[in-house]
């Protein structure tokens, strides 16, 4: 059966990982979640007290940081590693969001970043989500998703997510990071975030998480089948 490169694309909190992850299984696929990536080097960045603004001192992080992810078999996580430490949970608490951003909207870091996704997907038979899969890092993945969702829904569901792993913050401030982290993704020089032209646009406010990934290896069997049908009339 051919590979192939499903891109998911979408703001923060649209529930693209956890359908991502999922489908990424679904499907055997390797599942590569590139907002951890940007949250490691955002971690790093903020434990070594770098200035994203001072560009030889981000060349010089940069060349101090590896990611790397690991499977947990016993949680039957993927976890994200920074220099060979486990930093899952700490990624994902809310001074890391808070930064995350802005780190993210440096060209260096993408650069850096993009470069060790693309080598990732070499292979194919990857699902990865993130900001600009589908028009940067991916521009030829067999299947582009633009995924969104109400941002009231959205700041609920990451409540839920912080609250699962111990932190209680407010709807009102998730919402205005959410809002926050909408502006810089969207307006930012450097790849900005952005629906790529031929990408299937799913709204999931009113979609379970089932639905969605039900829709999304749907999709993704529909694509198998057209290359595996160019390879036959070759
Ligand atoms: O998906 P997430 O919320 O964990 O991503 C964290 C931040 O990383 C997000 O605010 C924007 C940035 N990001 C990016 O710029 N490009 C990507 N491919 C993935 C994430």
Do not use: W
Not at 178 to 188: E, F, S
Not at 209 to 224: G, H, K, T
């Amino acid at each position: 059966m051919p590979k192939i490169i499903v891109a998911i694309d979408g703001y923060s909190s649209c529930g693209k990982s956890t359908t991502a992850k999922q489908v990424a299984k679904q499907l055997n696929y390797a599942y590569i979640d590139t907002g951890a990536m940007y949250r490691a080097v955002t971690l790093f960045f903020i434990q070594n007290h770098i200035s994203a603004s001072n560009p030889k001192e981000v060349q010089k992080a940069l060349h101090d940081i590896h990611i790397s992810f690991r499977r947990d078999k016993i949680k039957g996580t993927n976890d994200t590693y920074l220099n060979g430490l486990n930093v899952e949970n700490e990624i994902r608490k809310m001074y890391v969001s808070e930064q995350v951003s802005t780190v993210s909207a440096v060209a260096e870091v993408r650069h850096a970043l993009v470069a060790q996704q693309q080598r990732m997907g070499k292979t194919r038979g990857i699902v990865m989500d993130g900001r600009d899969i589908g028009t940067v890092v991916f521009p030829q993945a067999e299947l582009k998703i633009f995924m969104t969702a109400d941002p009231i829904i959205r700041a609920q569901r990451r409540q839920a997510e912080l609250l699962e792993k111990g932190e209680l913050i407010g709807l009102q401030e998730i919402a205005e990071n959410l809002k926050m982290r909408d502006h810089i993704d969207t307006t930012r020089t450097e790849s900005p975030l952005r629906q790529a032209d031929d990408a299937i646009y799913i709204d999931n406010s009113l979609m379970t998480l089932d639905e969605q990934v039900e829709m999304v290896v749907r999709l993704a069997d529909e694509q198998i089948g057209l290359v595996l049908r160019g390879r036959e009339t070759e």
